[in-house]
């Protein structure tokens, strides 16, 4: 049972917590590292729980860091002893605790729909709201063709519940950024930088906004500058690194893509959750290729043999694509077979949300690989339109029109005059 505590205490967001101050206050500290992706989310946690071994909410929101951290098993662990500890707290903590294992448990429908329902009368609850927000959330991974659109409604219809509070701001920030609503999103998100200016997803977000912008410059000055402060091991790391390579390929300046990529984006150099590095890696490699640069053998080798022993099985589409990507690059027939098979599989089964797009996307990547140009071609005009569905932000995305502009230069065919990005929604 939670600690008995002297007078009622609240969370950052005013909600009543079953347990003592100490654990409170620890337990306020480990959330914003979740919410921020700042490092000492564990220990924050862990001093809550020294402080009151019976506070559900501590021990499920040290399940949800340990999901972020892709290692599911411990997650389910202490989701699982959340769920017994919440038999002996409030109503909203014992909601609380089944929305948020639910996710973790492997059933993000379910998650998403109790979500809703507890947001409905609880709808400053942001450790609940967190898991839909971004683009690798229960909606940006929902396979839906309309999940940009849904979520920036969805978030804008909590607003109201949050006012100046800098978290809220930079998730709405993202939103909007990838609904084309710019302004918007460049106030919102300058406006949460200030109150919080060491947020990670804050910075991540406002790289987005410049990049939608085509500001690079001014995208990889801001890095620059932010990220000496921003510890290694920050769940953000890896794919702020993979930006700043990104804005130095986009300025032409590929001594400091490079470094970028050496120091904190391939697997040997980068520390981060694997669906990152696994995603940031190859897409970084294939876009130096497609910027003219030969094909490093011994670096997609490295990144293939990642990407298979972090995904052996099919799974996760956004993943997916790209284990299939450096599967081609390295001319691993076998895996990139297996990877098609799984797809096709779980299509057949109904188990595949977005689609046939994966597939069409897999099998465009490898006929580049190939210099197959008319095929590759093919499979991504037909792809294009649909991409979205596959997870991901726009700029990881636009991985998929540079592919099909440059497999139009490769055949010696002229690329149509429309844009090689679908229009925002």
Request: contains cysteine.
């Amino acid at each position: 049972m939670p600690a008995a505590a002297s007078t009622q205490v609240a969370d950052r967001y005013g909600l009543p917590l079953s347990t003592n101050a100490a654990a409170r206050d620890a337990y306020v500290a480990g959330v914003d590292c979740i919410l921020t992706a700042n490092a000492g989310t564990e220990e924050h946690l862990g001093r809550a729980l020294a402080a009151d071994a019976g506070f559900a909410l501590a021990q499920i929101a040290l399940a949800r860091a340990m999901l972020l951290s892709a290692r599911v098993p411990q997650a389910r662990e202490h989701a699982a002893r959340a769920r017994e500890l919440a038999k002996g707290v409030t109503p909203r903590e014992s909601s609380h605790v089944n929305a948020l294992a639910l996710g973790i448990e492997g059933n993000p429908v379910g998650s998403l729909a109790a979500i809703r329902a507890h947001l409905a009368e609880h709808p400053r609850d942001a450790m609940v709201l967190a898991p839909t927000t971004g683009v690798f959330g229960l909606i940006g991974f929902s396979g839906r063709q309309e999940r940009e659109p849904e979520l920036y409604e969805f978030l804008s219809g909590c607003a109201a519940h949050y006012g100046d509070d800098w978290w809220f701001r930079s998730a709405l920030a993202f939103a909007a950024c990838e609904c084309g609503r710019l302004d918007e999103a460049w106030s919102l998100i300058e406006r949460s930088m200030a109150a919080n200016p060491r947020n990670p997803h804050g910075a991540h977000i406002k790289a987005h906004v410049l990049y939608e912008r085509g500001e690079h410059r001014a995208a990889l000055d801001f890095l620059e500058a932010w990220m000496p402060a921003y510890p290694k091991r920050g769940l953000m790391h890896c794919h702020l690194s993979w930006h700043v390579a990104l804005g130095a390929l986009a300025l032409g300046d590929q001594q400091r893509a490079w470094r970028a990529y050496r120091e904190g984006v391939h697997p040997g150099g980068a520390w981060g959750p694997p669906l990152n590095v696994a995603t940031d890696a190859p897409s970084f490699l294939w876009r130096t290729e497609l910027a003219g640069e030969p094909r490093h053998t011994g670096l997609w080798t490295e990144v293939r043999d990642y990407a298979v022993k972090n995904f052996p099985k099919a799974g996760v589409p956004f993943a997916d694509v790209h284990v299939a990507l450096a599967c081609a690059a390295d001319g691993d027939k076998a895996d990139f077979e297996r990877v098609i098979k799984e797809l096709r599989e779980r299509e057949v089964s109904g188990r595949l949300p977005p689609g046939p797009v994966v597939l069409r996307l897999a099998e465009a990547f490898a006929a580049y690989a190939k210099s197959d140009w008319n095929r590759a071609i093919e499979l991504l005009e037909g792809a294009l339109p649909e991409t979205v569905r596959i997870g991901g932000s726009r700029a990881q995305r636009d991985l998929v029109g540079l592919t099909l502009r440059t497999a139009y230069m490769q055949a010696g065919r002229t690329p149509p005059e429309r844009s090689m990005r679908p229009s925002y929604p």
